[in-house]
C-alpha cells in the first residue's frame, strides 16, 4: 500500500516571502520514488523533481528546493523568494518501485500575494 | 513535437451516453496511464498500459473501459456517463514506470 498526505489544502504567502510545502508519505517499500508536479492556474501538469529512495541528498534547483528525510517518511518542498508566478496547486507523488501505480496527495493550493 | 495530446479539451454529456476520451503521444514511450483530477481528491489512477497489448486497473477503474493497440495511442471509454464521471481527465505518458510522466492539458467532461 502507498499513500501520500499534503496537510495543507491552502497556503497564502505575500511575494518575496519563502514557503514550504509538506508531503508525508507512507509505503511498506524500502525502494521508491518520490515526485512533485506544479499545476498552474491554465490547468497543465509540470514535472518538477524525481527523488529515488536511496538518495537523501537534499535538492537545490535555483529559488526551489527539497528535503528529503526517509526518517520522518517526509519530501518537503521550499519556494524562496516567492514570485507570483508561483501561484499553483503543487502535487506530491509516490511510486513504489515495480509497482505501476503512481500514487498523488491531494495538494496543496499556493497563492502568492503581490 | 506534440507530446501527449488529448481530445477534446471539453465535453458535455447526458446520463447514459458513451463517449471515448481520446490520448496519442509521440515520443515512442511504453507506459500511458489515465487520471481523474477532483477537487479536494488529488489525482487519481484510472487505467495504465506498460505496453500495446497491456492494460491493468488503477485506483478508480469501474465505469471505464481502456485498450492499447498501438504505443500511440490510449483512449478512454466510457460506457454509460453518470453524474459522477464528471471531472477533469489528464491522460499522461513516460517512458517506463518509474520515470516522470508526462501530461496532456486535460479533458473536462460533464455529464448531465
Known amino acids: 500500500a502507498q499513500k501520500v498526505t499534503q496537510a495543507q489544502t491552502e497556503i497564502s504567502v505575500v511575494e518575496k516571502e519563502d514557503v514550504t510545502l509538506d508531503c508525508v508519505y507512507e509505503t511498506r517499500d524500502t525502494t521508491y520514488y518520490l515526485f512533485w508536479y506544479k499545476q498552474p492556474p491554465s490547468g497543465e501538469l509540470v514535472f518538477l523533481i524525481r527523488r529515488n529512495s536511496f538518495d537523501e541528498q537534499n535538492e537545490i534547483s535555483g529559488r526551489y528546493s527539497w528535503n528529503f528525510q526517509k526518517s520522518t517518511s517526509s519530501f518537503n518542498f521550499t519556494i524562496t523568494a516567492s514570485q507570483v508566478v508561483d501561484s499553483a496547486v503543487y502535487f506530491c507523488?509516490?511510486?513504489?518501485?515495480?509497482?505501476?501505480?503512481?500514487?498523488f496527495g491531494t495538494g496543496t493550493r499556493l497563492t502568492i500575494i503581490p | 513535437n506534440a507530446g501527449v495530446t488529448q481530445t477534446p479539451k471539453f465535453q458535455v454529456l447526458k446520463t447514459g451516453q458513451s463517449m471515448t476520451l481520446q490520448c496519442a503521444q509521440d515520443?515512442?514511450?511504453?507506459?500511458m496511464s489515465w487520471y481523474r483530477q477532483d477537487p479536494g481528491m488529488g489525482l487519481r489512477l484510472i487505467h495504465y498500459?506498460?505496453?500495446?497489448?497491456?492494460?491493468d486497473q488503477g485506483e478508480v477503474p469501474n465505469g471505464y473501459n481502456v485498450s492499447r493497440s498501438t504505443t500511440e495511442d490510449f483512449p478512454l471509454r466510457l460506457l454509460s456517463a453518470a453524474p459522477s464521471q464528471t471531472s477533469v481527465y489528464f491522460c499522461a505518458s513516460s517512458y517506463d514506470s518509474n520515470q516522470p510522466q508526462h501530461f496532456g492539458d486535460g479533458t473536462r467532461l460533464s455529464i448531465l
Open positions: 515520443m515512442n514511450h511504453e507506459y
Open positions: 507523488a509516490l511510486r513504489n518501485f515495480g509497482n505501476e501505480k503512481l500514487t
Open positions: 498500459s506498460v505496453g500495446a497489448g497491456i492494460t
